[in-house]
């Protein structure tokens, strides 16, 4: 049962993520969420349009969720966006996803993710990074491993693996090419200050 709202509350914070909010205003902002939420269990071809989005892309971790309902509360004006914690997770999430994915994909000879299914190192080892996150003060961070660690604890998803409550493809990818178009970004801006304006040429 969990899977199938799980499901539901992803395609309607997915879509309403990507599509542009066309200068609504709050109250439409919810309007429009809700409406999103109740069209993902339209039926197609006898299953849902959620349904049929999990079919394409399987349950999303549990940080993948809290960090999209972060984002829609940004969006509703709820919370203030925290462009620096949202930074070191953006890091964080491509880091892990860079020690998992290679090794499933078989192109390493560790296989990180068979750890998760008897997690107690992983579990210490994000204990740590919580702690050092708390120090660093990024609580977007923090609130994501929480609740991927206690919703693991509570058993809510129906995967035994700890990895499968930390990182999902999507999220990873998303990280990923959103700190590749920072960095291109950043050096771009860089390149402008050290080159400095360009002298005019007198003729």
């Not at 339209?42 to 989005?53: Q, R, T, V, W």
């Not at 809290?66 to 620096?84: D, E, I, N, S, Y």
């Not at 964080?92 to 008897?118: E, H, K, N, Q």
């Not at 493809?169 to 400095?196: A, Q, S």
């Amino acid at each position: 049962m969990i899977s199938l709202w799980q499901a539901h509350l992803s395609f309607a914070m997915i879509i309403f993520l990507v599509i542009p909010s066309f200068g609504l205003s709050r109250v439409w902002r919810i309007a429009l969420l809700l409406t999103l939420l109740a069209s993902s269990f339209i039926p197609l071809d006898g299953i849902s349009l959620a349904a049929y989005l999990r079919s394409h892309m399987d349950d999303l971790a549990i940080t993948s969720l809290v960090f999209m309902g972060w984002g829609c509360l940004c969006r509703l004006g709820v919370l203030p966006p925290a462009q620096r914690d949202q930074t070191g997770v953006l890091i964080l999430f491509a880091v892990m996803a860079l020690v998992l994915y290679p090794a499933t994909l078989g192109l390493s000879d560790l296989d990180p993710y068979r750890r998760g299914f008897s997690p107690r190192p992983l579990l210490f080892v994000v204990a740590l990074l919580t702690l050092g996150l708390f120090y660093l003060r990024n609580y977007l961070a923090i609130v994501l491993l929480t609740s991927a660690t206690l919703a693991f604890l509570a058993g809510i998803k129906p995967s035994h693996n700890y990895w499968d409550y930390l990182i999902d493809p999507l999220l990873g990818l998303y990280c990923g090419l959103t700190l590749l178009v920072v960095g291109t970004r950043w050096t771009y801006r860089r390149f402008i200050t050290l080159r400095g304006p360009i002298p005019n040429e007198s003729v």
